[in-house]
């Protein structure tokens, strides 16, 4: 199973630049990680060789669920916002621009989208997306930001949880850092198709 520890979530909440240091501080984020664990029993960390050191790890839906509680936060600081948009905006602005090409040194998001148990998935359906992605592809050469744009209409994705305003920013946050040319490589493409699952369910 895919668990990410409380300093994990931490990190990706610094690297996504939404810690201010008042009201979204080291405390306040273990405090979301705690609530939102509740539900289960806290596992020993691995990384104790004592046992004895007991964090908070988080499933892929505890951890949607801790967002969402950053989000109401957040929520609480703006003017008349909803949970459901500035969640939208933590999404698109801040956890998927930020985060998706940030090392964690095997912690956080990217290993989350990347692990095993999501690229098996990938390889069980692979006969599906390679045409796909090839359908999208100017030449069948790489997927351009209009062949990802056409893919995600055409694939009815856009919904209130991933609007419009989200293709564009997930698809210049999974380009790689040498890519000059703005279009996706298949692996690249397949990111994008796991970061979409972080805006529309909490266990792609």
Request: hydrophobic share 45%; net charge negative; proline share 5%.
């Amino acid at each position: 199973d895919m668990h990410i520890a409380d300093v994990q979530f931490w990190q990706i909440c610094v690297a996504a630049k939404m810690c201010d240091g008042k009201v979204l501080g080291r405390e306040a984020v273990k405090d979301i990680v705690a609530q939102s664990t509740m539900s289960e029993d806290r596992m020993v960390s691995p990384s104790s060789a004592s046992g004895h050191q007991v964090d908070s790890w988080m499933s892929p839906a505890q951890f949607i669920e801790g967002l969402v509680r950053v989000a109401h936060l957040k929520s609480q600081q703006g003017a008349g916002a909803s949970v459901p948009d500035v969640l939208r905006a933590l999404l698109a602005d801040h956890i998927v621009p930020k985060c998706l090409n940030i090392d964690f040194s095997g912690s956080g998001f990217v290993p989350l989208i990347r692990s095993p148990a999501v690229r098996n998935v990938f390889v069980k359906y692979q006969k599906y997306l390679v045409p796909i992605y090839e359908h999208f592809c100017p030449g069948n050469c790489r997927m351009d930001l209009k062949g990802f744009e056409n893919f995600v209409v055409e694939g009815r994705l856009l919904d209130d949880a991933f609007a419009q305003t989200d293709v564009r920013a997930l698809f210049r946050a999974v380009q790689q850092d040498d890519d000059a040319a703005l279009t996706l490589l298949y692996h690249e493409f397949l990111d994008a198709v796991a970061a979409i699952t972080a805006f529309k369910s909490p266990a792609p």
